[in-house]
């Protein structure tokens, strides 16, 4: 059921399909995923924000509604005669010396209770405007539900769309699916490759692998620069170690080749012909010449 879910999200985004492995040896290409527990996390992030986001609405409507209540009941109040304000003010109100406790310290006076300030707002508010933001709070509470859907469908793509693909000569890496960022990097111009772990991932069992390339000496392996085209990160795997060991082999074998770069085809600068060349072709020359010749002399 989730896939066909996931396969419409993705064709609505214009996310492009699984990335094609770089250049490479058949039978190289290696592919990394971000770990489960990376997902776990982001997850649990994004539960708490929904959870948050539900209480202030819950509360929100809670609030409103008492209001109301009692708006209505200060309108029964005014129709049976009765004062129509019925928060005791400042001066009528007489003032009672504190009680003792048992130490004999006098004790403190009890904060304004909520019905106090709800009374306030709801002497003050007309009753078609409880109407206006009971309306107002039911829609927020079911966008609430569409935008949950949403953003949970938002966390889970990106951990799924998170590619790191290794051959034999370079390694691709693609992650984002509002923006897309797919980065090929040669092992031609590989210079330093490394791992990093904070607090929080070590309790998580995750690492990021850094590869740099030549150009990229200024930056440093804990500073965020994912957009920098000379480094490359490979973001919270589990098997960090595994992958540094394995480009940092397979980049030896490559420079022990002696391979270049595959993308890059340069032409040889055209040389001068060696002169037993140079003759060769002065007498092919001379004989075509002299057939040529006998052909229009008969």
């Given at each position: 059921?989730?896939?066909?879910l996931?396969?419409?999200?993705?064709?609505?985004?214009?996310?492009?399909a699984?990335?094609?492995p770089?250049?490479?040896?058949?039978?190289?290409?290696?592919?990394?995923?971000?770990?489960?527990?990376f997902y776990?996390?982001?997850l649990?992030?994004?539960?708490?924000?929904q959870?948050?986001?539900?209480?202030?609405?819950?509360?929100?409507l809670?609030?409103f509604h008492?209001?109301?209540?009692?708006?209505?009941?200060?309108?029964?109040?005014?129709?049976?005669?009765?004062?129509?304000?019925?928060?005791?003010?400042?001066?009528?109100?007489?003032?009672?010396?504190?009680?003792?406790s048992?130490s004999?310290k006098?004790?403190r006076e009890?904060?304004?209770?909520?019905?106090l300030?709800?009374?306030?707002?709801?002497?003050?508010?007309?009753?078609?405007?409880?109407?206006v933001?009971?309306?107002?709070e039911?829609?927020?509470?079911?966008?609430?539900f569409?935008?949950?859907?949403?953003?949970?469908?938002?966390?889970?793509?990106?951990?799924?769309?998170?590619?790191?693909?290794v051959?034999?000569?370079s390694?691709?890496?693609r992650?984002?699916?509002?923006?897309v960022?797919?980065l090929?990097?040669?092992?031609?111009?590989?210079?330093q490759?490394?791992?990093?772990?904070?607090?929080?991932?070590?309790?998580l069992?995750l690492?990021?692998?850094?590869?740099?390339?030549?150009?990229?000496?200024?930056?440093?392996?804990?500073?965020?620069n994912?957009?920098?085209l000379?480094?490359?990160e490979?973001?919270c795997v589990?098997?960090?170690?595994e992958?540094?060991?394995?480009?940092?082999?397979?980049?030896?074998?490559?420079?022990?080749?002696?391979?270049?770069?595959?993308?890059?085809?340069?032409?040889a600068?055209?040389t001068?012909?060696?002169?037993t060349?140079?003759?060769a072709?002065?007498?092919?020359l001379?004989?075509e010449?002299?057939?040529?010749?006998?052909?229009?002399?008969?």
């Amino acid at each position: 059921m989730l896939d066909p879910l996931r396969t419409r999200l993705l064709g609505w985004l214009r996310v492009p399909a699984q990335p094609q492995p770089p250049a490479g040896a058949p039978g190289s290409t290696r592919i990394f995923r971000a770990g489960h527990r990376f997902y776990q996390l982001r997850l649990a992030g994004w539960t708490v924000a929904q959870l948050a986001t539900l209480a202030g609405i819950l509360f929100s409507l809670w609030f409103f509604h008492r209001a109301e209540q009692l708006a209505q009941e200060i309108s029964s109040a005014a129709n049976r005669g009765a004062p129509a304000t019925l928060t005791p003010s400042p001066e009528n109100t007489p003032k009672i010396a504190p009680e003792k406790s048992s130490s004999g310290k006098p004790r403190r006076e009890p904060k304004v209770s909520v019905d106090l300030a709800l009374r306030n707002i709801a002497e003050r508010t007309p009753w078609w405007m409880f109407r206006v933001i009971t309306v107002i709070e039911i829609i927020a509470l079911s966008g609430f539900f569409f935008v949950a859907l949403i953003t949970y469908a938002a966390v889970r793509l990106d951990y799924e769309q998170r590619w790191y693909i290794v051959t034999d000569r370079s390694l691709r890496l693609r992650s984002g699916i509002w923006q897309v960022q797919e980065l090929t990097m040669s092992f031609a111009n590989l210079q330093q490759v490394t791992v990093t772990q904070g607090p929080l991932q070590r309790l998580l069992g995750l690492a990021n692998v850094h590869v740099q390339t030549a150009g990229g000496g200024g930056h440093q392996p804990n500073e965020e620069n994912h957009d920098s085209l000379h480094t490359a990160e490979f973001h919270c795997v589990e098997n960090a170690p595994e992958i540094r060991d394995l480009i940092l082999d397979r980049l030896r074998l490559f420079r022990a080749s002696g391979l270049g770069d595959p993308d890059d085809h340069t032409v040889a600068p055209p040389t001068a012909l060696a002169p037993t060349t140079a003759i060769a072709a002065a007498r092919e020359l001379l004989q075509e010449a002299s057939a040529l010749r006998r052909t229009f002399t008969g």
